[in-house]
């Protein structure tokens, strides 16, 4: 059975971009945008090698254009902070290989306070 658990304050998660809490057996992390303000919770543990993963950054996905060069696209990721694995943020996915996915959970914020259904 799944139910909503109270993770931390909304100014708590402004302030430092990211709440990371213990549910069920499980490390979940709640991450903020900083380019559109959206929230997305995920485990906080990279399948590539157990990173911690929202500890890394949220990021335009690059696109490979000529050699040597590069744009960004629209696409925000969720970049893993040891090797840049990127997954995203909204489904867990992982942009470059299908056989690795980080599970997501959903958010909302409720009185002031950051919420993730788990």
Same mark, same amino acid.
């Given at each position: 059975?799944?139910?909503?658990?109270?993770?931390?304050?909304?100014?708590?998660?402004?302030?430092?971009?990211?709440?990371?809490?213990?549910?069920?057996?499980?490390?979940?992390?709640?991450?903020?945008?900083?380019?559109? !303000?959206?929230?997305?919770? %995920?485990?906080?543990?990279?399948?590539?090698?157990?990173?911690?993963?929202?500890? !890394?950054?949220?990021?335009?996905? !690059?696109? !490979?254009?000529?050699?040597?060069?590069?744009? %960004?696209?629209?696409?925000?990721?969720?970049?893993?902070?040891?090797?840049?694995?990127?997954?995203?943020?909204?489904?867990?996915?992982?942009?470059?290989?299908?056989?690795?996915?980080?599970?997501?959970?959903?958010?909302?914020?409720?009185?002031?306070?950051?919420?993730?259904?788990?």
């Amino acid at each position: 059975m799944t139910r909503w658990h109270d993770l931390a304050s909304l100014a708590q998660l402004e302030m430092d971009g990211r709440v990371v809490a213990h549910l069920d057996g499980r490390e979940i992390g709640v991450v903020r945008d900083p380019a559109s !303000g959206e929230l997305w919770a %995920l485990r906080n543990r990279c399948p590539h090698h157990g990173a911690p993963l929202c500890l !890394g950054s949220i990021k335009a996905r !690059g696109a !490979g254009g000529l050699p040597g060069s590069y744009e %960004l696209g629209e696409r925000r990721v969720m970049r893993c902070p040891w090797h840049g694995w990127e997954f995203d943020p909204q489904d867990g996915r992982c942009l470059d290989d299908p056989s690795m996915r980080v599970a997501t959970y959903p958010v909302r914020v409720r009185d002031g306070r950051v919420e993730v259904e788990a």
